[in-house]
Every structure is written in structure tokens, then in C-alpha cells.
């Protein structure tokens, strides 16, 4: 395989943003023992380092009473994504299960299952947005150019504002990081957060 060197374009990066707790939301996408966890089955090796800012961002979200909704990516025997990415997530496993670290509060937070790449496919995400009257989504989680992406691009396409802390998804390689960055930012003109520190609620 020949490694091709590619420029990444310019993407504008803010280091802080306000956002009206009543109306903003914060998605946790697919964080997962799978794909987060040593002895997962689908590990994206960089994800467990954006378990601190994710965690800090939720704690600061809680404390201002912003939404929080969870995507939790789920297959049963026999699904078709199998054959793309092997057995994954499964209904009921320890890998299907939210970390730890960042764990819903139950009768609180919105945990909504998913089967594809798009948390708003086949689920009731843009319903439940709908009745809490959110405006704004700050998508963190992984994979950043698969289950993000999709998602971010998802709610970008309902026109919700898209925000994207830098420090708090995870990709494969680097270029699927910011090929997932320059997509949110370029083509869905959602705003690129340096980091979770850096996003306060008002
Ligand atoms: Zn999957």
C-alpha cells in the first residue's frame, strides 16, 4: 500500500462558546465498552482518552440542567453490519454497554438505541429533540467520521446547530479525525470546539 500525504484544508476552530442550556442538547455517541474499552471488540484506540473531557463536559452540562441524550449502537444476531466490521455491540453484552466512566442517570438522561451509523435513523432522537425544544447539539463520541459524522450530519440536515468538541471524539487514524472535522465544519457549518473545557451553558 503506497501512503499518499494529503493537506488537510483549514478548519476554523473556536476556543469558547456560550450555549443556552434550555435549548441545547449534548449527544454521546456510541461510547460503549466495544469501542472504547481494552478487550472490546471494535476498539478505536483513542477513545479512551476522550473519557475525561466527555465526563467533564456531562458534569458541566448536569449541573446547568442541559439534555443529555446517549447513542448506543445495537445488533442482534445475524445483522448485516457484521460483515462490514465483524460482531460488535451486541444486545446484552458487556461490549453493547455505556462505559462506566460516563454512565446515563437513569429516568435523567436519553439513551437511544440505534442499528445503523445515523443516530437519527429508525429512532425517536429528532422526535425527543423536538419535545425538549432543542436548538443546539454538542456531538462528542465516536467513531468521529462513522456514528459522529452521521450524526452530526444528521441533525445539521434538520437544521439544528452543530457543535464538535475537538478533545472529545475519536477516530481510527488521523485522517478520518479530521476528514470527520472538515466535513462537520465545512459542509454542515457546524462549529469546531478546541476543546469540552472551552463549551459553557448559560
Ligand atoms: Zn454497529
Known sequence: MSLRVVEVPEIPVVDRVTLPA??????????????????????????LKTVEPIRRLLDKARSKGVRI???QD???????????????????????????????????????????????????????????????VVVTGTVANI?????????????YKVYVPMDS?????DFDYHAALRQVSFLYKGVIVRSSEGIEFS
Request: charged share 20%; net charge negative.
Open 74 to 136: 445495537t445488533h442482534y444476531e445475524g445483522d448485516p453490519e457484521f460483515n462490514i466490521w465483524g460482531e460488535h455491540v451486541r444486545y446484552g453484552t458487556w461490549g453493547w454497554q455505556i462505559v462506566d466512566e460516563l454512565k446515563p442517570v437513569d429516568g435523567v438522561d436519553i439513551v437511544v438505541m440505534k442499528t445503523r451509523y445515523d443516530g437519527f435513523y429508525g429512532t425517536p432522537l429528532e422526535d425527543l429533540l423536538k419535545v425538549y425544544s432543542i436548538k443546539n
Open 22 to 47: 434550555k435549548e441545547t442538547a449534548v449527544i454521546v455517541v456510541d461510547m460503549q465498552n466495544d469501542f472504547v474499552k481494552p478487550g472490546g471488540r471494535l476498539v478505536v484506540p483513542t477513545a
Open 69 to 71: 441524550f446517549y447513542t
Open 169 to 173: 471524539i475519536s477516530a481510527l487514524n
Open 147 to 159: 456514528c459522529v459524522l452521521h450524526t452530526a450530519a444528521s441533525a445539521a440536515l434538520r437544521w
